[in-house]
């Protein structure tokens, strides 16, 4: 299958991912989207751990690895041999950009710390995502989703009152660590292009779960009380969560006062703007629990889509709770090209998440699948320069893979 000229705002740009599972696939993934040349080098044997998500899978391939992997090329190396460290360095020469995601210090125990491939290439860009980051008490510690959301206090506010701690339904801290490593990697380029110099771009699990806290950090740093979890209820202003209807939940927003005595007027309570419990949203706040059994009681006689017109109709934000089938569904998602067809070499026809940043000049690219592990192995290392005799030793040595 010929594989397409890449395009995009970061087209020419030469990215190595040493990654695997979500946070590094998610950096690669947006700059590949974007135009990028993302080579995604996975280990032998194996390749990358997401690979062995077998449930579900499509035509025998990991849906999951494919969700993250689409328009990146892929290489097998093994960088236990000391010849594919050595090919690495031979790489890192002509690259832009250097993605890692392993457990702190992995790289400088193999001989691949960034300070070593900056002295082989002072421009690349180095971008490491670890579980804590590279320096500090944890810096030694590997980095999982769950535990980083834990760690952040993440799953403290998560959930409905009362009820144990939960997570986030996404790897919350795994994506944001790679699209935080993105922007990173992007800011670092636009210092490349004034000074020439590359630089190491740091970043981990748990500042990306602990940047998700902007606003219950600011009550705890106001207040030095820490904010428990409201369900689908906002912490600062009300009402402003999910109501339950004749047919599902639908969330309204009542983040300011206008909306407020809107919603009384949709709701046919026209009264409830002048009680004295509702009258200011610190009122509102300090009765929550009486305003949401009041709105509950009414949202339930109608469906969904009777309240979402009537809150259109007045400029109330309003919109129903979808499912994940539902929203991919949907004629908006659809008109965003938010979900994007995509030809794989086993799977067949599959689909997956389009690129969620739209430019007007330079528009992405979602037209390639996800490698099969090691399927571009020949194409890359010719195109750093090794001849076929070359790739033909290495393969016979272990050194890198080509499929099967």
């Known amino acids: 299958m010929d594989r397409p000229a890449r395009t995009g705002p970061l087209a020419g740009i030469r990215v190595l991912e040493i990654t695997q599972i979500m946070s590094g696939p998610t950096c690669g993934l947006l700059l590949a989207d974007m135009g990028a040349d993302v080579i995604k080098i996975e280990k032998l044997p194996g390749g990358d751990d997401a690979r062995g998500y077998r449930d579900p899978q499509v035509?025998?391939?990991?849906?999951?690895?494919?969700?993250?992997?689409r328009n990146k090329r892929g290489l097998a190396l093994n960088l236990k041999n000391p010849a594919g460290r050595e090919l690495l360095?031979?790489?890192?020469?002509?690259?832009?950009?250097?993605?890692?995601?392993?457990?702190?210090?992995?790289?400088?125990?193999?001989?691949?710390?960034?300070?070593?491939?900056?002295?082989?290439?002072?421009?690349?860009?180095?971008?490491?995502?670890?579980?804590?980051?590279?320096?500090?008490?944890?810096?030694?510690?590997?980095?999982?989703?769950?535990?980083?959301?834990?760690?952040?206090?993440?799953?403290?506010?998560?959930?409905?009152?009362g009820r144990p701690p939960a997570k986030s339904g996404s790897a919350v801290s795994d994506m944001n660590a790679g699209i935080l490593a993105a922007v990173g990697i992007l800011a670092a380029y636009i210092h490349r292009l004034k000074t020439g110099q590359g630089q190491v771009v740091d970043t981990s699990l748990a500042d990306a779960a602990l940047q998700q806290t902007y606003w219950h950090a600011a009550v705890w740093f106001a207040t030095q009380q820490s904010p428990r979890p409201t369900g689908s209820a906002h912490i600062l202003t009300a009402p402003y969560q999910?109501?339950?209807?004749?047919?599902?939940w639908i969330n309204i927003g009542g983040a300011n006062q206008a909306n407020w005595e809107r919603i009384c007027e949709v709701?046919?309570?026209?009264?409830?703007?002048?009680?004295?419990?509702?009258?200011?949203?610190?009122?509102?706040?300090?009765?929550?629990?009486?305003?949401?059994?009041l709105m509950n009681a009414v949202v339930r006689q109608r469906t969904r889509a009777e309240w979402q017109a009537g809150f259109d109709a007045a400029g109330v934000p309003a919109g129903p709770v979808h499912t994940i089938g539902e929203a991919l569904s949907?004629?908006?998602?659809r008109a965003r090209g938010m979900v994007v067809e995509?030809?794989?070499?086993?799977?067949?026809?599959?689909?997956?998440?389009?690129?969620?940043?739209?430019?007007?000049?330079?528009?992405?690219?979602?037209?390639?699948?996800?490698?099969?592990?090691?399927?571009?192995?020949?194409e890359v290392l010719q195109g750093f320069g090794l001849t076929d005799a070359e790739i033909d030793a290495l393969v016979d040595e272990g050194v890198v893979g080509t499929p099967a």
């Open 267 to 293: 709701l046919g309570h026209p009264e409830w703007r002048g009680d004295a419990r509702f009258a200011t949203n610190s009122d509102r706040m300090a009765h929550l629990d009486e305003l949401v059994a």
């Open 242 to 248: 999910a109501f339950e209807a004749s047919d599902g």
């Open 342 to 378: 995509l030809q794989h070499p086993q799977a067949g026809t599959t689909h997956a998440i389009g690129c969620p940043i739209h430019f007007s000049a330079t528009p992405t690219q979602t037209d390639a699948p996800a490698p099969l592990l090691g399927q571009h192995t020949r």
């Open 330 to 333: 949907h004629p908006q998602t």
């Open 59 to 69: 035509g025998g391939v990991s849906a999951p690895f494919m969700m993250m992997n």
């Open 89 to 161: 360095k031979r790489m890192v020469r002509d690259a832009d950009v250097l993605v890692e995601n392993f457990r702190g210090g992995t790289m400088d125990k193999l001989g691949l710390g960034p300070g070593v491939l900056q002295a082989i290439n002072p421009a690349l860009i180095y971008c490491a995502i670890t579980g804590y980051g590279h320096t500090g008490p944890y810096a030694d510690k590997g980095g999982f989703d769950l535990i980083a959301q834990g760690f952040a206090g993440l799953m403290s506010i998560t959930g409905e009152p």
